[in-house]
């Protein structure tokens, strides 16, 4: 196990929880009277006898990860939203475990390959909310170039900001389905934030919804005002904006050319001065 100072961050490679619950999915004749104990607090303990090199090469990776994320402001935003935290968010590979898990609907889930998944679980039960990230793909596995593209920087931000936030509010957020391609309002903040982070990573391009990452827009200023120009976005960054502290300090960034955020902000002053 590794933590991430000074944020609640503790990254465990430990898969022990996935390797007892296979063994057990998989035998025939499968007796529920055998399902191993306690599988949730497994997933955030050491690893019987001691890390292996597994575990140090997960955590060893992710840390990479995270140290890049950390590199920019938007990132250093989100990490810092942990602080905010009753307990230690923990970052879990994904597993056997959680694609036959079915997700309820305070969990968030996206497959990146076949039975390996990329989620965040700030789930109002937990002690510990949880990212299940990847930042190699497992071998054995075909994965094509989208589920490389889920295994970097931007993707774990993404689900950072599920897991970095309060349980209930996820939960609450989850469930105001938008009816169109950002799925619901806690993908639309999400993405909006990943997007904020592409913007200040350098990339030309940002995502224009959540069901996929192939359908793009600018990243650019003349972008950004043009998605607040939308009714429905604007409305949801105004809302997003007096609910989330994350959102309030975002706005602060007017020098990442798409934020959204900022450009309510901005839009709102300029009123003010006519």
Same mark, same amino acid.
Request: with cysteine; net charge neutral; hydrophobic share 30%.
């Given at each position: 196990?590794?933590? +991430?100072? *000074?944020?609640?961050?503790?990254?465990?490679?430990?898969? !022990?929880?996935? =390797?007892?619950?296979? %063994?057990?999915? @998989?035998?025939?004749?499968?007796?529920?009277?055998?399902?191993?104990?306690?599988?949730?607090?497994?997933?955030?303990?050491?690893?019987?006898?001691?890390?292996?090199?597994?575990?140090?090469?997960?955590?060893?990776?992710?840390?990479?990860?995270?140290?890049?994320?950390?590199?920019?402001?938007?990132?250093?935003?989100?990490?810092?939203?942990?602080?905010?935290?009753?307990?230690?968010?923990?970052?879990?590979?994904?597993?056997?475990?959680?694609?036959?898990?079915?997700?309820?609907?305070?969990?968030?889930?996206?497959?990146?390959?076949?039975?390996?998944?990329?989620?965040?679980?700030?789930?109002?039960?937990?002690?510990?909310?949880?990212?299940? +990230?990847? *930042?190699?793909?497992?071998?054995?596995?075909?994965?094509? !170039?989208?589920? =490389?593209?889920?295994? %970097?920087?931007? @993707?774990?931000?993404?689900?950072?900001?599920?897991?970095?936030?309060?349980?209930?509010?996820?939960?609450?957020?989850?469930?105001?389905?938008?009816?169109?391609?950002?799925?619901?309002?806690?993908?639309?903040?999400?993405?909006?934030?990943?997007?904020?982070?592409?913007?200040?990573?350098?990339?030309?391009?940002?995502?224009?919804?959540?069901?996929?990452?192939?359908?793009?827009?600018?990243?650019?200023?003349?972008?950004?005002?043009?998605?607040?120009?939308?009714?429905?976005?604007?409305?949801?960054?105004?809302?997003?904006?007096?609910?989330?502290?994350?959102?309030?300090?975002?706005?602060?960034?007017?020098?990442?050319?798409?934020?959204?955020?900022?450009?309510?902000?901005?839009?709102?002053?300029?009123?003010?001065?006519?």
């Amino acid at each position: 196990m590794t933590k +991430f100072p *000074p944020y609640k961050i503790v990254v465990n490679g430990n898969d !022990e929880d996935d =390797i007892l619950y296979e %063994k057990w999915y @998989t035998s025939e004749p499968r007796d529920n009277s055998k399902k191993p104990p306690d599988l949730e607090k497994m997933e955030l303990r050491p690893r019987t006898g001691g890390p292996s090199q597994k575990d140090e090469i997960y955590e060893t990776a992710v840390v990479k990860v995270l140290s890049q994320i950390k590199q920019y402001k938007t990132g250093q935003l989100v990490l810092a939203a942990t602080l905010n935290l009753s307990a230690d968010l923990y970052i879990t590979p994904p597993g056997f475990r959680d694609s036959i898990a079915n997700f309820n609907t305070d969990q968030i889930a996206f497959q990146i390959c076949p039975t390996f998944e990329t989620s965040a679980s700030s789930n109002q039960f937990y002690t510990n909310n949880r990212v299940r +990230f990847t *930042p190699f793909l497992p071998k054995g596995y075909s994965c094509n !170039e989208t589920h =490389i593209s889920s295994t %970097k920087d931007d @993707t774990l931000l993404h689900e950072l900001v599920h897991g970095a936030r309060l349980g209930k509010l996820v939960a609450s957020l989850i469930n105001e389905n938008t009816d169109d391609d950002w799925d619901n309002l806690e993908e639309f903040f999400a993405t909006t934030v990943q997007n904020i982070y592409l913007s200040e990573r350098g990339d030309k391009k940002v995502r224009s919804e959540h069901k996929t990452d192939i359908r793009t827009i600018p990243a650019t200023r003349a972008a950004s005002a043009e998605f607040m120009a939308n009714k429905t976005n604007y409305q949801r960054v105004k809302t997003a904006l007096k609910r989330e502290n994350l959102a309030q300090q975002l706005a602060k960034l007017e020098q990442i050319p798409f934020n959204p955020f900022a450009e309510f902000e901005r839009a709102k002053h300029d009123l003010r001065s006519i």
